[in-house]
């Protein structure tokens, strides 16, 4: 036991929506077909949010209300939840805040996070440090995104590939090493270029000529990010075992950002793991931006073992790209 206080994961939730979107439903949208889209992407079928007035904070309240059933406390004794997200219901008031109103988390405040696929990474390190510093005993922690929100489903480039999908973990303090160990966090905007959406902001506000020009949806240069994605995710997670002085041996499980298996596939091979220690339900799910991570840890919670360590990786919009370490906390079986 020492004194030094870390955030230790203490439950997850999580939330994806019923109806599912397969390769064969895309076929009959745009010019793909299945076998393209599995071998490119690892993907079959992704989650949308469907129904008049639901958004991301329709996700992420039932994945936070989850986690507080599991952990068996009530949302009024959270101190703070942040949301990552892209796709916020609003640009304001937050979607941590609209999230907090619908499950009666009375006491917490709440703030949104944008850092594309990173989001999770870059929200977790936040509350870890919100934990770490001795002011706060329960940080929720959240990452969802309805994609289906801004992709054009007349792309063929983009609409393979994202689904809708939020999950979230508490944090809570630990004196037993266990929780967030370590974090390296990443960001370079100068790849803003191949990777946005180009309007809706204050640049180009919303007008008649950017829904005109299909201008508030995704923008990607996938080729592009796909190279940057492979060498950026891969070295990060190296950097992360080396100076942790781990190996690959070390790691009961890689947790990757799904955003193609052919990029997670390179990442797990660079660590030295096997395909057996990678989470992966991208052919589930697809790119659910900053849901990936969480998504796969409410999967996989069953499985994880206290004291298994775990490495936390992305790539994404912005650019943006991160690895942290985790050691389980906890042990369901
Ligand atoms: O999570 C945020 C970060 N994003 C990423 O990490 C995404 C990174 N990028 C990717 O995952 C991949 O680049 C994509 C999945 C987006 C595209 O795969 P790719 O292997 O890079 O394909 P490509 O864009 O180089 O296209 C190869 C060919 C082209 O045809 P030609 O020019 O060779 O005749 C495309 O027109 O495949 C064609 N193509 C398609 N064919 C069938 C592109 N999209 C499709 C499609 N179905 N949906």
Redesign the pocket.
Known sequence: MSNKITAAITAVGGFVPEDRLTNFD?EKM????DE??RT??GISERRILKGPGLATSDMIAPAVKQLCQKRGIDPMEIDCLIVATVTPDMFFPSTANLACDKIGAKNAFGFDLAA??SGFLYALTTGAAFIESGRYKKVVVAGGDKMSAIVDYTD??????FGDGAAAVLLEPDTNGYGVLDSILKSDGSGCHY?HMKAGGSLRPASIETVTNKQHYIY?E??A??KF?VKGMADVSAELLERNNLTGDDIAWLVP?Q??K??IDATAQRMGLSSEKVMLNIQKFG?T?AGTIPLCLWEWENQLKKGDNLVFAA???GFTWGATLVKWAYQKN
């Open positions: 895309l745009v010019d793909t077909n393209w889209i490119r992407t594309a696929c063929r480039s983009t609409s393979i590939i990777l990607q996938g080729q990010v796909f994605a950002h955003a193609n052919r990029i790119n931006t790539f994404g919009g």
